[in-house]
């Protein structure tokens, strides 16, 4: 008998675009353009975003308006219902509730699990890391439920999660993510992505 | 800072009929209607079930058919809409992801985590338990990855997963079950629950 699957995918770059550089580029403020590849401190990096937020008067309100004119990757929304019909599916991000809330109610309300903004009269007061390296510590989770995990993704931040599951592999990655991690299978459309999620052997114990 | 919210439910009898029940009254085998309250013995009861859908020539797809009848609770539907834009919930149930997929479709395809049938060539083989006493467990794993779980269930096969989160609630229980939990809050209506759901302060460590 084969082990029920669950899948595991990353949301920025996956199913859709990249929140903060989106909101840096419809909001014209370019310094919201740094990434982790300026500035490797994420702790950091976000203490200068939200900084940023207030230099420019930017309330929670004006970046979920920003946030709803998003959408989600080209036929991501389809591919998602459709797996969802034949698996258990968990989206694993290191975004905030309030940043994916407008882009999930787009993708139908897939369960996600990621952090959170502490918001206060409409001010962004913080974030809220819910436990350090999630994505990696909830694939081991849905193992030691004895579900046989696949996980995809498309970043560094990935790549824990992506070791850990019975079954990892990339989507849309970067060419430098493909080229340093060449036994990890890499896709670039959702058929492909479907095809070997539904191949993938689900024998054997977690 | 509170932490975020996780919310656990139970599904037969929470958001969706009885399955086995309704199929014992809409294919007219009364044999169906055996419950854990007649044979204690759950693995026994489901090896006797399986054995009276042989005897009636019934497939999977005959029972996927009436069960494509059945409908959720009314308001089923609203209420974990309006939940899952606000916080992650994931569906815990001991039944089987074949019986489950009619009824999680109309539900708009909420993440569930449940066991499965070996089906052959539209034979209904045996049932695989993924995990024992995995509604607990589940808790355990949304807890240890630092949520606020809060859980709510109709029945015996609950109680370990209520009793094992932050908050935990009855929803349309029994009496008996009622008055063996006296120190659990219980409800009958999807407003009720919802307002606990909201009220429960998520202060505190894991």
Redesign the interface.
Known sequence: ?K??K?VTLDVEGVLTPEVWVNLAIRTGIEALMVTTREVRDYDLLMKKRLAILDEHGLKMSDISAVLATLEPLGGARDFL?DL??DY???LLSDTF?QFA?PLM?QL??????C??L?VVDDHID?F?I??PD?KR??VE??R????HVLSAGDAYNDLAMIRAANSGALFLAPDNVIDENPDLPAFDNYGDLRAWIDDAVADGGA
């Open positions: 008998m082990r029920q669950l219902d969802r019909a258990s599916v968990v509730s809330a109610a139908g309300q897939p369960s996600i699990l952090h959170q502490e913080d809220v819910r436990i999630h510590r909830s989770a849905f030691s439920l004895n579900y």
